[in-house]
């Protein structure tokens, strides 16, 4: 039988290695639900010929390849009926609603979406809990954890997440003071999207993993370290003190290909691990003073959801106005900070409309720090 997948944000680069997998392995799946909020669909459409392709930026949607009046089909849990993994491959906040669908509708969620995590872990727990769905993580890193915990969950001590560094790495405080997004949209080690290649930069990303690992895996004993071979993802202590860790050459086929298979694992074309040739593997603290965003995610990641609702909305216009040349690169955590700061609430959401009035709201605040009074468009 093969499995029946939802592949969201098909043209991303969560979609796009997701789809190159189902290439690679035709027999062992299906693609029923395509869907992406830009880019063009069509040539994915006549390769996978999907059930239902839902192009956000055009407001097009099809069904068995006939163009139907268009509506968000993504966030009605019916859609997810017949399908067996929904891959949620959806940038920013906005994979919230159909993730949350997929949940509802006691589906597999393979995903790399971690704003749903900062925004609101808490209720995507108390959905999955009551609907008995799962979560199969695909960010490396936290698919790396899941690996090495295996069913010793009641034996884990501390999660050690590893950090890239990022584009700005070695960067002074003064020259990251003048660094430009353009410069940070050549990351070393891992190809993705422009928003997470700068919360790479600013190391807001890691921050919000230690939030989504947070909420994955049930602990607060999370750490981070500066790893910038991006050979080792993850470190799972145990409470003997044991150590164990995942390790393979950065390419997220592998956690992408393994959610997709799972339990099973099939070859994957990424070259093995040749140890000796890398030599040696490098680790280090990660600087909380050049890298604010980080400091700030984790003491946001000792609070309730509201708290990384109101950080993950700021980040998200802060990033925005950051690429778009209008803010530098420490106006990102100064805007944060201030966003939060005027949103002191700290409390976790019952349902998605809290979630989308509290991100709304703090979009705003943050938008108009940064335009001056300017209504968020
Ligand atoms: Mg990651």
Redesign the pocket.
């Known amino acids: 039988m093969k499995k029946r997948l939802a592949i969201l944000g098909a043209t991303g680069s969560i979609g796009s290695t997701a789809l190159s997998i189902v290439r690679r392995y035709r027999d062992l799946f299906e693609v029923v639900i395509l869907a992406n909020d830009s880019g063009n669909l069509d040539a994915l459409t006549a390769e996978f010929k999907p059930k239902y392709a839902l192009s956000a930026a055009k407001k097009a949607l099809y069904v068995d390849g006939l163009r139907c009046e268009y509506r968000d089909i993504l966030s009605d849990s019916d859609v997810y009926a017949d399908i067996d993994i929904v891959i949620n491959g959806i940038a920013g906040i906005a994979g919230l609603a159909p993730g949350l669908a997929a949940l509802k509708a006691g589906k597999t969620l393979a995903t790399a979406n ?1 704003e749903s995590f900062v925004a609101a872990g808490a209720l995507i727990n108390s959905i999955k809990d009551s609907s008995g769905a799962q979560i199969i993580p695909l ?4 698919s790396a954890v899941w690996q090495c915990i295996g069913n010793e969950k009641h034996n884990l001590k501390t999660i050690v997440l590893t950090a890239s560094g990022g584009a700005f790495r070695d960067l002074t405080y003064h020259q990251l003071k003048n660094a430009k997004a353009a410069d940070a949209l050549m990351h070393p080690n ?1 190809k993705m999207g422009k928003k997470v290649t700068i919360d790479c930069a600013t190391l807001m ?2 921050g919000m ?1 230690i939030i989504e690992a947070k909420h994955l895996f049930g602990t607060c004993d999370i750490r981070a370290v500066q790893h910038k071979e991006s050979i080792v993802h993850a470190l799972a202590v145990m409470k003997d003190n044991s150590v164990i860790a995942a390790l393979s050459m950065p390419d997220m086929t592998l956690p992408i290909q393994l959610a997709l298979t799972y339990p099973m694992r099939q070859e994957s074309g990424v070259a093995e691990l040749d140890l000796a040739t890398l030599g040696s593997l490098n680790f280090s603290e990660i600087d909380e003073h050049r890298f604010p965003c980080f400091r700030i995610a984790k003491e946001v990641s000792r609070h309730c959801d509201s708290f990384g609702c109101v950080m993950n909305s700021a980040n998200e216009v802060a990033v925005k106005a950051y690429l778009d040349d209008k803010i530098g690169f420490y106006d990102i955590p100064r805007l944060i900070e201030d966003t939060l700061g005027a949103f002191s609430e700290d409390t976790d959401f019952e349902d998605l409309r809290q979630v989308q009035s509290m991100d709304k709201a703090a979009a705003e605040y943050t938008f108009k720090r940064i335009y001056g009074g300017l209504d968020v468009i």
């Open positions: 971690k960010d490396s890193e936290h891992w990303n890691k993993e």
